[in-house]
């Protein structure tokens, strides 16, 4: 058994790390299913970044973490449902067993990364949303949103 290396991030990590500059591209070339996966989590930040941004006052931290908790966890299509915005872009599941496990893994990830996400939202310590990243509330990556 391999041990893993957590001094290397993991796709979430990448994914933050990777947003802002990625939010201002137009096209992405997808190389592989790492990157239809960042491709759907870069979209999903985007969209955290958007809810946030339409409370009328900043939230608390514990407030967006809430709102943030609830969005991961919300209804969402996957690659095959008729509203799926990228549909050309991947495959369909191709059973419902494998629809079911695709949805279970996207909402474990979308709460990790909205988790890290206020970490980094809030890390200055003033109980308000870094400017720096709700700045990028309005991007959109690929010019598409997943909601």
């Known amino acids: 058994m391999s041990e893993v290396d957590v001094s290397q991030g993991d796709i979430v990590d990448e994914t933050l790390d990777l947003f802002r500059a990625n939010s201002l591209f137009r096209n992405f070339e997808i190389k592989g299913p790492a990157d239809r996966l960042l491709i759907i989590l870069i979209l999903f930040i985007s969209d955290c970044l958007a809810k946030l941004g339409t409370a009328r006052?900043?939230?608390?931290?514990?407030?967006?973490?809430?709102?943030?908790?609830?969005?991961?966890?919300?209804?969402?299509?996957?690659p095959g449902d008729a509203n799926f915005q990228l549909?050309?872009?991947?495959?369909?599941?191709?059973s419902r067993a494998d629809a079911d496990y695709l949805r279970q893994y996207l909402v474990q990830v979308r709460q990790e990364l909205a988790a890290r996400l206020i970490?980094?939202?809030?890390?200055?310590?003033?109980?308000?949303?870094?400017?720096?990243?709700?700045?990028?509330?309005?991007?959109r990556f690929m010019n598409r949103s997943l909601g």
């Open 119 to 139: 970490e980094r939202l809030y890390a200055d310590g003033t109980g308000k949303p870094s400017k720096w990243w709700m700045s990028f509330q309005k991007r």
């Open 87 to 94: 549909n050309a872009h991947y495959a369909p599941p191709s």
């Open 57 to 78: 006052i900043p939230p608390s931290q514990i407030e967006a973490s809430k709102l943030l908790n609830t969005l991961a966890v919300d209804s969402f299509p996957i």
